[in-house]
């Protein structure tokens, strides 16, 4: 029943932006903690950011500190990342979630010129 759903990726040049949403379902979205993770070919899954259910605290990777800004609608059951002044080294497969179960599809991102 758990189900995530991202979107917004797709090809940016160094230096651009994007921002990725996730529709989450099958839980009590505006109770749970969330977070944003990527996985770029021959690496490991990564967390980039995480919020907790009210939005009030955030947490982000130090490779995406000060570019990344992670957010939630609660009463959507949606979750944002918005990505500035992308580098090459963001290209990944973005997932969001509320643990390490119930993976969705992910979305591609990838930075180049």
């Known amino acids: 029943q758990v189900q995530f759903v991202e979107s917004g990726g797709g090809l940016v040049q160094p230096g651009g932006s994007l921002r990725l949403s996730c529709a989450a379902s099958?839980?009590?979205?505006?109770?749970?903690?969330m977070q944003w993770y990527r996985q770029a070919p021959g690496k490991e899954r990564e967390l980039v950011a995480s919020i907790s259910s009210s939005g009030g605290i955030t947490n982000y990777a130090d490779s995406v500190k000060g570019r990344f800004t992670i957010s939630r609608d609660n009463a959507k059951n949606m979750l944002y990342l918005q990505m500035n002044s992308l580098k090459p080294e963001d290209t990944a497969v973005y997932y969001c979630?509320?643990?390490?179960?119930?993976w969705g599809q992910g979305t591609q991102v990838t930075v180049s010129s």
């Open positions: 979630n509320r643990d390490d179960t119930h």
């Open positions: 099958g839980f009590t979205f505006r109770w749970t903690d």
